[in-house]
């Protein structure tokens, strides 16, 4: 299993780490490194230590120490959500406005110390069990199930596309006129020279939903549940999608 932030405890100290960070500290701080090297755990269920990897070949990534086990209640342990039950998540009004709730979970469980009361990376469904007991009464048991995520800072793959995801990452996002909306422009935050990381197609209606105006460039931690597509053009690869509905994004405007 590989992972992207990393949860630093060490008493009452609790900080979010992004692979980015522990990678500066490795490079440029190997005290400060070598002081928390230990300390990182899962950010979900903050159980299992995280073991920090470079790579020379792919990127750096957290990874779980050997026979150190997830909670139950994390997303890591949790069976892979159908197609069917990530669809009912954007199906009504209803799910919509829990949709909304989720991805604003996402920014507060991926960019904070603090936790989201549930975890917004699983889908709890409560089914009925039939007991085993003699009197044969059913009982209600929760099956949790986990929603494909992408953290995007380093960019997208084919294995992102065509598949509802939540999508989240700290990035640079500019607006544009497009067509008949507006395209929203992501691009990694510090690294800008790097290619643009995809494009978020917001018809009239939607963009008249969302706080942001023709020709913003601003920076944010992002969240967006979307089917990804992958475009090809002379040779350049392109990840485009479409957000039919403002409450399947979330962003949050930071300095930097
Ligand atoms: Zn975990």
Known sequence: MV???ALYINGSQRKMLSIEDVTQLA???LDLYNEIKNNLFCPECEKPHLTYNSCTTKSNYFSTR????HADTCS???KRATNHQ???LENDEKSLDRLQNRLKAVILSCFSEKKAARNPFVIE???SKVSTNTENQSERTAVKYAIPKKRITNGLSQAD???LKIFYGKVRVRCKKHRNG???YIFNLTQRQLPMICSIYLSEKVYEHINIKDNDCFNCLISFYVKMEINKQDDKIYYNCILTDSRKMFFWKIDR
Do not use: A, Y
């Open 161 to 163: 596309v065509d598949q």
């Open 86 to 88: 990530l669809e009912l």
């Open 27 to 29: 490079t440029n701080s």
């Open 125 to 127: 469904n409560k089914i």
């Open 66 to 69: 050997n026979l150190e086990s």
């Open 76 to 78: 890591f342990k949790c």
């Open 3 to 5: 992972f992207e932030e």
């Open 182 to 184: 507006h395209k929203l």
